[in-house]
């Protein structure tokens, strides 16, 4: 067993680090006031190759792993960016890999260098407003006719929507069969046709900088090979994109609970009140102690998942564990860290406030708590499915 | 054109340093270690001149132990392509004249045209190495420069070199050695692509045998490290805006001397 980064991981550490260091707490702070798209950030990371980090190497990218795009998000996430920074680049990260896993030829040059540029912005739409968690009911249709397929339907909590030039869609190409539910799904990669697609931005709690929506696909043409793998086997292609986002996601938490804990302990040792540093009661520094050892442990979680599935082992469980417990240490350093600061946590100009905000999005998505455990439940303990 | 740019690992300007329980040196327990900043304007400006020429070589070296190795990677992410660690326990205490016969007999087996280092480095900021190495080399100097120029036959090089209030130009002959100022450019960061290239780049291992450097006798010597004094707490001086005037500047005139 080995827990060492390689000399190029660390490196990929300290590069993400500085350069995502560049931007300042006050640009995140006003991206987030204005809901602006954080351009500036994401051009800087195109700009030095980071797009392309798992893009493989013939088409343009860097041909790394879920590991390596783990670890820059991860340095991303803490260097106070959080999810304003992370969501905009982790699209380039797991959208892509059903087409370089599952995508013909033609698909993977036609588009693959183009995203490894950051030419492409990411959407992703596979949630639909009656159906939730519950995959196999998407009511999105995909009809074949001629050469193509028409598609209409519904998708919502499409991050990007507002900018993507492309998307990745699930639609069902064949009625729901109880038998085999998850048969009968199909995985597109298009372009994101403005004049097909209507979108409503939502309004949330956090991350305002990067829009979530609700979209409306009305008569959308997909040419056929614009396919991703096999006509009816989308779900399962779309696997290897779940996978890597859970372990991405999780990570991007950790990284988001650094951030707030080292803000919170730097406050700790300056704040003096009854005359002594508030970081010298233990009522004020044990939850941060208890948030650091919960947060080691998360990531090791996360790059466990990373490592398996860079492997090209299963790695469902695990990148579930990951998300489950990475998001649990994510909340509790951020809210570790709010209460540290007491009232001034509550201000913005502290910035612990919009890391907290961000942090709780990681229980809910990219699925909820409750769905890893019953997961976890059913495919790991193997107990009787509640549902 | 060949560039040798000189670098140096200090810890990160965030580091609070601490004196460890050996009272002349620092504790490196637990230090982030970068590249000085002043070093980095130099890599960018020797890179940006081999872009600009359309060819030649940019050369980074450094004197360290092996954690300083990290320092030259970096070096090479940025675009440098290749790099010599002088690497020898011979020289860990070395002072600022020892490093640059080091570096001095570096540059003599590369024949560089060009050496740029930055102005100073910021964790012992004696800023002495740039001009000793000239020295030793016996070339003409320039330190603190903010711009550069160097003609087509690479003969020699104008820099403009910050003095107060405005800018000193010289023209120098080349081979010379350079110091960077703040301002000279923007250092890049460097690529993914870059990242991964540099592992595949060559980085020199080199003994204070290899340099020709026999005996090795520091002019300076460190005595003492000593932290600043701490800073004595403030004092509030408490009643109403009257008597408390008057009594800090009874205090200020009386206590401090300041008035």
């Known amino acids: 067993m080995d827990f060492a980064l390689t000399e190029q991981q660390e490196l990929i550490r300290k590069e993400v680090s500085a350069l995502a260091r560049s931007f300042p707490p006050e640009y995140w702070l006003e991206k987030d006031t204005k809901a602006e798209y954080p351009f500036e950030f994401v051009k800087a990371f195109a700009q030095a190759g980071w797009l392309g980090v798992i893009i493989p190497e013939e088409y343009g990218g860097s041909g790394l792993g879920v590991t390596e795009a783990s670890l820059m998000l991860h340095d991303i996430a803490a260097s106070g960016a959080g999810t304003s920074g992370c969501s905009p680049i982790h699209f380039y990260c797991f959208p892509p890999m059903p087409v370089i896993k599952h995508g013909s030829e033609t698909l993977k040059r036609k588009y693959l260098p183009r995203i490894a540029t950051g030419e492409i912005v990411m959407s992703f739409g596979v949630t639909e407003p009656n159906a939730g968690t519950d995959t196999s009911r998407i009511q999105t249709r995909a009809e074949a006719k001629g050469d193509r397929f028409i598609v209409n339907g519904r998708k919502v909590w499409n991050t990007n929507a507002q900018n993507a030039t492309h998307t990745l869609l699930l639609a069902r190409t064949a009625p729901r069969d109880p038998a085999k539910p998850f048969k009968g799904l199909t995985l597109f990669f298009t372009e994101f046709d403005r004049t097909k697609i209507t979108v409503r931005v939502i309004e949330k709690l956090g991350r305002a900088a990067v829009d979530s929506n609700e979209i409306y696909i009305d008569g959308l043409e997909i040419p056929m090979e614009n396919v991703v793998g096999e006509v009816g086997s989308g779900f399962y292609h779309l696997l290897d994109s779940l996978n890597p986002e859970r372990v991405m996601t999780g990570i991007e938490a950790v990284g988001i609970g650094r951030a707030a804990l080292a803000r919170a302990v730097d406050y700790a040792k300056e704040r003096i009140v009854f005359d002594r540093p508030i970081g010298q009661n233990q009522a004020v520094a044990h939850p941060l102690a208890m948030a650091w050892a919960k947060l080691e442990t998360a990531e090791l979680m996360c790059l466990k998942a990373a490592w398996l599935f860079d492997h090209g082992q299963p790695c469902g469980a695990e990148s579930n564990a990951a998300k489950l417990i990475a998001a649990e240490a994510g909340f509790e350093a951020c809210d570790a860290a709010l209460q540290t600061h007491g009232g001034y946590g509550y201000a913005k100009e502290f910035h612990v406030e919009r890391l907290w905000r961000e942090v709780r999005l990681y229980k809910i998505a990219p699925v909820s708590q409750q769905m890893v455990l019953n997961h976890i439940s059913e495919h790991v303990l193997h107990l009787p499915k509640s549902y | ?259």
């Open chain 2, 1 to 259: 054109m060949k560039i040798l740019v000189a670098v140096k690992q200090v810890p990160d300007t965030a580091t609070q340093v601490k004196i460890s329980s050996d009272p002349k040196a620092i504790d490196t327990a637990g230090i982030t270690w970068i590249v000085s900043p002043y070093d980095e304007f130099a890599i960018e400006e020797a890179l940006r001149i081999k872009e600009k020429r359309g060819q030649g070589e940019v050369v980074a070296v450094t004197l360290g132990p092996d954690r300083a190795k990290e320092t030259l990677r970096s070096a090479l992410a940025m675009g440098c392509d290749r790099a010599i660690h002088v690497n020898d326990p011979a020289l860990a205490n070395a002072d600022t004249m020892t490093t640059a016969r080091a570096l001095a007999a570096v540059v003599k087996q590369e024949a560089p045209q060009l050496v740029l280092c930055g102005r100073q480095a910021i964790d012992d900021d004696a800023g002495a190495v740039g001009a000793q190495l000239a020295e030793v080399l016996g070339w003409p100097c320039a330190s603190w420069i903010m711009e550069e120029t160097i003609d087509a036959d690479a003969k020699t090089v104008r820099v403009g070199r910050q003095v107060e209030g405005g800018l000193e130009v010289f023209d120098i002959p080349l081979p010379a050695v350079l110091s960077a100022q703040k301002g000279l450019n923007e250092p890049r960061y460097p690529t993914l692509k870059g990242i991964m290239g540099a592992k595949k780049k060559e980085i020199k291992d080199v003994k204070a045998s290899d340099l020709g450097l026999s005996s090795i006798t520091p002019e300076l010597s460190i005595t003492a490290l000593e932290a600043l004094p701490a800073r004595p707490p403030g004092r509030i001086i408490p009643g109403d805006v009257k008597d408390a005037v008057k009594e800090l500047v009874r205090s200020l005139r009386e206590d401090a001397k300041a008035i």
